[in-house]
Structure formats: structure tokens, C-alpha cells
């Protein structure tokens, strides 16, 4: 085999004897992005979790805090709806008018 396929279909077992032709080099360097990959996927991940959790502190926190003023009597002035613009109204009349269709029948 002169490393060309010549048209074939390149079987299982060429493939494997393919890569076992590799030098250390390539093998090194390909295990070495493996382990790379993994570490970053993992500490992505730790990133993303982190982030979540930092923010669901946060949130308790000051549902912690507005509960806690309440417990002890803190609380602002009852809330009133808002004032509203009065407006003038004046009434309208109307009537339906019903559209007769007095033309003969075809």
C-alpha cells in the first residue's frame, strides 16, 4: 500500500494499523488536547454553576431581609392605588340602521 486509498473504502483494521503507525509526537499532543478539553468543559461548567448560585444568594438574601423587616414591625404605609384623572363623559345617542337588500331575485 503506497498511503493512497486508490478508491477503496479503508476497512477497520487499516484504520487501526493507520494510527498505530503515528509517532509518540502525535499521540502526546493528541491525549494532551483530551485532558485540555476535558478541564476547560469542567470548569466551564463550574463557571455556569457558580454564576447560578451566586445569584440565587442574592435573591434569598433580600427575600431574607424584606421578611425579616416585616417580623419586626418595619413596614411602610398601606398602599393606595393611584389617583385617577377624572374626565368629563357625555352621553351619545345612536340607532342601528338595518341595510335591506330590495333588489329582485336572479
Same mark, same amino acid.
Given at each position: 500500500?503506497?498511503?493512497?486509498?486508490?478508491?477503496?473504502?479503508?476497512?477497520?483494521?487499516?484504520?487501526?494499523?493507520?494510527?498505530?503507525?503515528?509517532? &509518540?509526537? !502525535?499521540? *502526546?499532543? /493528541?491525549? =494532551? $488536547?483530551?485532558?485540555?478539553?476535558?478541564?476547560? #468543559?469542567? +470548569?466551564?461548567?463550574?463557571?455556569?454553576?457558580?454564576? &447560578?448560585? !451566586?445569584? *440565587?444568594? /442574592?435573591? =434569598? $438574601?433580600?427575600?431574607?431581609?424584606?421578611?425579616? #423587616?416585616? +417580623?419586626?414591625?418595619?413596614?411602610?404605609p398601606p398602599a393606595e392605588p393611584p389617583q385617577?384623572?377624572?374626565?368629563?363623559?357625555?352621553?351619545?345617542?345612536?340607532?342601528?340602521?338595518?341595510?335591506?337588500?330590495?333588489?329582485?331575485?336572479r
Amino acid at each position: 500500500m503506497n498511503g493512497r486509498m486508490n478508491g477503496r473504502r479503508m476497512s477497520g483494521k487499516q484504520f487501526l494499523e493507520l494510527l498505530a503507525r503515528l509517532p &509518540a509526537r !502525535v499521540w *502526546l499532543q /493528541a491525549s =494532551l $488536547a483530551i485532558v485540555g478539553f476535558i478541564v476547560l #468543559a469542567v +470548569l466551564g461548567f463550574a463557571v455556569i454553576a457558580g454564576v &447560578a448560585v !451566586v445569584a *440565587l444568594v /442574592a435573591i =434569598l $438574601a433580600f427575600k431574607a431581609k424584606a421578611w425579616i #423587616a416585616s +417580623l419586626f414591625g418595619r413596614r411602610g404605609p398601606p398602599a393606595e392605588p393611584p389617583q385617577r384623572e377624572m374626565r368629563q363623559v357625555t352621553d351619545v345617542s345612536y340607532e342601528i340602521v338595518e341595510k335591506k337588500d330590495n333588489s329582485p331575485p336572479r
